[in-house]
């Protein structure tokens, strides 16, 4: 018996029209923020001047040292208004607490003739409170496009240059960059220049209001840098969205009990059998081995990176800075991430494609080789790119074949051209496919589904050209959040969910139109709250305060989603037991260790981006938590638990399609001992360190400030050390029980269907 056979009711029109509204209302609101983004990102200077009205640095100054601060990879060691890497300090906080530290020991001088240590309590407060409104006053003129320092800021603008020089001579304080990693006079001169202004933009009140244009962050109470009424209110105010949207939805669920991953109760027959893939899928195998060697290459990239924060300046007594520098290896480790996630779905899309179009194209096979080609190419040109950019080997032409420097968007831009072409060829392949489903009327509204789901992925990524290295970088931000949240766990998150919603389907375990439902009811819960929860990241990067109320309110709203993967959970484990209604037998699963991946990909989608994504989404909780390991926490369990697990069921999926049930079995142990190994790695991982970690780095930010948090005096720290070294349990089993059995698992399936040779065909039952 076949599920399109199933009795099925008319859908409701109302569920297309919703996500119309979800993309309508959000998108209008998002556009809005970048508009926002534009008009009050913080005024980039013409020029700088002291007191006298003599030049100190220019504007162009100011860009060529973001472009130093990109070339140099420096994203990926250190961070600006909190956005970055965490293995140096942030660099616009530690430059404001030394302008700080400058002005208290002039007013010291000038107030009462001694030297700020020296100084009493109550001498102190004196001075803090002259120092805090000295730099809280803004003497930008916008009409003469001149910005005005005052002597103490032009004394420790001078002071600095030397100060971030010895920075970047020192592996052991800098977070593991090569010693001299920066040499040249002009660009450390330019760079502190750029370091000047994102210190300046941080603490000066915009026109008209009581604080600065990235909302008083970074914390530093000394200067009086504190939260703003607006952070603590919309914090508040978050929390109302929360919980009437987990209240209605719950209440939807509570009254039509046909929501959620119903099983047909029928004994059906899959439309996908195991060891009956046709030419196309079985040319799909490779791409997953790839993704399984670039998996293992990641993960050990990202122990060796984490080890620069336990013990920086030696691996195990080798100076890996001088051949392999930790802003490299942070590079490699999340592109190759990004890489090995990105290679799955695009095989797993293309696997789908053929088992939703039931006949395979002509001439897909070798357009499938040559989408394989294209993509080595990518990976490896990059990869080796950014390797050449970072050692400044390519000159002028860095931004466009080396290291971009952005994070998450490190590769150069041509690389990121010859991806979207490739992208674009993808959707094509996938069209070719699902082209007899568009046909079908059983099947057309899922496949157009799948094929716009998978359309989103290229169209999405490409608010990636909006920018280049000379972009105000509050505009940068804007628009690389687009791809790294909304691209990412918008548009990749939808697909994932057609994906999943395909592959139920295809395997006979639900109606067309139960799969239908759950993708068009998450579509409008993901996007809703996701379009303008994006903004999340923005709080404190230049944005104002419209972003923020917005962004709060919305992002609070992203657990709603979450919150039902719990329900879900257990309507994926009935969907594995289920018996047939009609004869009473068990309802066979030859996929069963994809669905245990599918299983895990809601766990740590409600734990990762549900727990401790809201923890951190809260502006009055990111204020303090933004850049801290918190983050890594978050960003660990979301990215491997949901889209890693994700792509690994995708895997697992094709492994098992390929392979009769006679050769499913040495692999299949492997991937059992993979299942287990990844997710308790993951789980000691984040317990044993990440989780801990970020907790106490937060206190110190609220002990002493952000700067110190972020800088060697908290970094250096011997608990703080052995916190580093307490992630190492989880990453030995992450790697010894988890991937190295997967990958073990992909070349022993690829040996085995290539000296099999050419499997049945599938064919429509």
């Known amino acids: 018996m076949r599920t399109e056979g199933i009795s099925e009711g008319a859908l409701s029109p109302w569920w297309r029209r919703g996500v119309v509204v979800a993309l309508a209302i959000g998108f209008a609101l998002e556009i809005l923020i970048a508009f926002q983004a534009y008009r009050d990102a913080p005024p980039l200077p013409g020029t700088v001047v002291d007191p006298a009205g003599q030049v100190v640095f220019t504007g162009a100054d100011i860009t060529a040292g973001q472009q130093v601060f990109l070339k140099y990879g420096l994203m990926e060691n250190g961070s600006i208004w909190g956005h970055g890497a965490y293995l140096g300090p942030d660099f616009s906080a530690r430059y404001l607490h030394e302008v700080g530290l400058d002005a208290s020991r002039d007013a010291a001088m000038r107030r009462f003739g001694q030297d700020w240590d020296a100084l009493s309590p109550a001498q102190r407060r004196v001075v803090a409170t002259e120092v805090s409104g000295l730099l809280k006053e803004n003497r930008y003129d916008p009409r003469a496009d001149v910005l005005a320092f005052t002597q ?12 971030w020089e010895r920075y970047f001579s020192d592996t052991a304080a800098n977070g593991g960059l090569p010693s001299g990693y920066i040499r040249d006079a002009k660009e450390l001169r330019d760079l502190t220049a750029f370091f000047a202004w994102t210190a300046w933009a941080s603490i000066a009140n915009r026109p008209g209001k009581a604080f600065s244009y990235t909302n008083n962050f970074p914390y530093d109470p000394a200067l009086g840098n504190t939260p703003t009424s607006e952070t603590v209110l919309w914090s508040a105010l978050s929390l109302v969205t929360l919980l009437t949207g987990i209240a209605l939805v719950l209440f939807a669920f509570g009254k039509f009990d046909y929501l959620g991953w119903k099983g047909s109760g029928e004994h059906v027959h899959p439309r996908m059998l195991p060891g009956a893939a046709t030419p196309g899928q079985r040319a799909l195998v490779k791409f997953f081995v790839a993704a399984a060697l670039l998996f293992l290459v990641q993960v050990l990239l990202g122990g060796a990176t984490a080890h620069y924060r336990a013990e920086p300046g030696s691996f195990y007594g080798f100076d890996l800075a001088a051949l392999l520098p930790s802003n490299l290896l942070r590079t490699w480790h999340l592109q190759a991430a990004i890489f090995w996630i990105a290679t799955s779905f695009v095989a797993g899309g293309l696997l789908l494609a053929q088992a939703l179009g039931e006949k395979e194209p002509r001439g897909q096979v070798p357009a499938i080789h040559a989408l394989f080609g294209a993509l080595v190419v990518v990976v490896v040109g990059s990869l080796l790119g950014e390797y050449a950019g970072i050692n400044q080997w390519l000159g002028d032409l860095w931004f466009w074949f080396g290291h971009q420097g952005w994070e998450f968007l490190d590769l150069g831009r041509a690389w990121q051209i010859l991806l979207a072409v490739g992208l674009v060829g993808w959707v094509g392949l996938l069209l070719r496919s699902v082209l007899p489903a568009l046909r079908d009327p059983q099947r057309r509204e899922i496949t157009v589904l799948f094929f716009l789901a998978a359309l989103a992925i290229p169209v999405f990524y490409l608010p990636a050209f909006f920018f280049g290295s000379t972009t105000h970088f509050t505009v940068v931000d804007n628009w690389r959040f687009w791809i790294i949240h909304l691209w990412v766990e918008g548009f990749f998150e939808l697909f994932v969910t057609v994906m999943v919603a395909v592959t139920f389907f295809r395997l006979g375990l639900v109606a067309r139109q139960t799969a239908v439902r759950v993708v068009y009811l998450d579509a409008i819960l993901f996007l809703g709250s996701g379009i303008v929860g994006t903004g999340h990241h923005w709080y404190f990067s230049g944005q104002s305060t419209l972003n923020m109320s917005l962004s709060a309110l919305f992002s609070a709203m992203e657990v709603v989603p979450l919150t039902l993967l719990t329900l879900d959970a257990w309507d994926f484990v009935k969907l594995t037991r289920s018996r047939c209604d009609v004869c009473g037998q068990a309802v066979n699963i ?43 926490n978050h960003g660990h369990l979301a990215l491997m ?9 995708l895997m697992t999926l094709t492994f098992r399609q390929v392979l009769p049930d006679d050769q499913w079995a040495g692999p299949e142990k492997l991937v059992r001992v993979s299942f287990w190994g990844l997710n ?19 206190y110190d930010v609220l002990q002493n400030g952000y700067w110190h948090a972020r800088g060697l005096e908290y970094l250096g720290r011997d608990l703080t050390r052995l916190i580093e070294w307490a992630r190492m349990p989880g990453d030995v089993v992450f790697i010894g029980a988890g991937v190295a059995p997967m990958v073990v698992a992909a070349i022993l399936t690829y040996v085995r269907m290539r000296r099999a040779g050419p499997a049945a065909t599938a064919t429509a039952a």
């Open 152 to 163: 103490a800021e032009v004394r420790s603008f001078h002071r600095q240059i030397g100060l």
């Open 590 to 632: 030859p996929h069963k260790w994809a669905f245990y991946f599918l299983m895990a990909v809601g766990f740590w989608n409600f734990v990762g981006a549900g727990v401790f994504g809201f923890l951190i989404n809260l502006p009055i909780v990111s204020y303090f938590e933004v850049g801290t390991i918190l983050t890594p």
């Open 641 to 649: 638990g949901v889209f890693g697990m994700e792509a690994l069921a």
């Open 680 to 698: 308790s790695g993951l789980a000691l991982m984040a317990a044993g360190s990440l989780f801990p970690g970020g907790v106490l780095q937060v």
